[in-house]
């Protein structure tokens, strides 16, 4: 696993080159020392993105690490918001570089290659987005997204996951995330990897969802059947 985290963390800090466009997710399978099939999957949005490396057949999870990022030249910058390898990097800057073409990724020195699986496209929901606030007995909570701890979740056009965590204790709570539609105001996460429970990946759940005032209004009932109504707010 040691090999995995160390590629895992020249990944995150370098992608896009000479201005090609790297906004949605990316995909690459390979196989662990222990024979297993693995998966890895990025996620771009316009400032923050999330790597996320789980078992391909069985969903259990393996890693995650993410953060802010920009473009330098053909450099990339991440500053790392959480990192379940190596918490000791949350609030570093990572700094790389890598190849690009419209559908492939690479990372050169490692001679890893990624599959582009979107560009960001449909995208009513795409991006990053901070819970903001919950709707509870008909009262609205409202939540400081600049406080350190966070629960935020990166959308491109056919991915999703979301990840609670604390960028002052460097702390990490939970992940989970796959795919999503969104239909007639319905939208639904199919899940394919879960931090805590393993036994929810396979699970579809569909919510009611629309946009106010730029703000994502979510409800429905939670992977344990709980009622929720979560506001998201999109992240700058």
């Not at 000479?18 to 906004?23: F, K, L, M, P, S």
């Not at 559908?103 to 903001?132: C, H, R, Y």
Request: glycine share 10%; hydrophobic share 35%.
């Amino acid at each position: 696993m040691k090999k995995i985290t160390v590629i895992l963390i020249c990944i995150f800090a370098s992608f896009g080159v000479q201005g090609q466009n790297i906004i949605g997710a990316w995909e690459r399978y390979f196989t662990s020392e222990k024979g297993e099939k693995l998966k890895t999957i990025i996620t771009f949005s316009n400032a923050y993105k999330v790597t996320t490396t789980y078992n391909a057949l069985s969903g259990e999870f393996i890693n995650t690490t993410g953060g802010s990022w920009k473009l330098e030249g053909n450099s990339m910058i991440e500053k790392i918001e959480f990192n379940t390898d190596n918490s000791e990097l949350v609030g570093e800057k990572l700094n790389s570089k890598i190849s690009i073409s419209d559908t492939v990724l690479k990372i050169v020195d490692e001679d890893i290659q990624f599959t582009k699986i979107d560009n960001g496209l449909p995208g009513a929901l795409q991006g990053a987005w901070l819970m903001s606030g919950r709707i509870r007995n008909g009262e609205t909570e409202s939540r400081d997204t600049s406080r350190p701890r966070k629960t935020m979740k990166i959308l491109s056009g056919t991915r999703f996951q979301w990840v609670a965590y604390n960028t002052e204790t460097k702390q990490f709570m939970a992940t989970g995330g796959g795919t999503y539609t969104t239909i007639n105001g319905k939208y639904t996460e199919n899940i394919e990897f879960f931090s805590r429970d393993v036994t929810r990946v396979g699970a579809s759940l569909e919510f009611d969802y629309s946009l106010k005032d730029g703000n994502w209004h979510h409800s429905g009932l939670s992977s344990k059947g709980t009622p929720i109504y979560e506001i998201w707010s999109l992240r700058q």
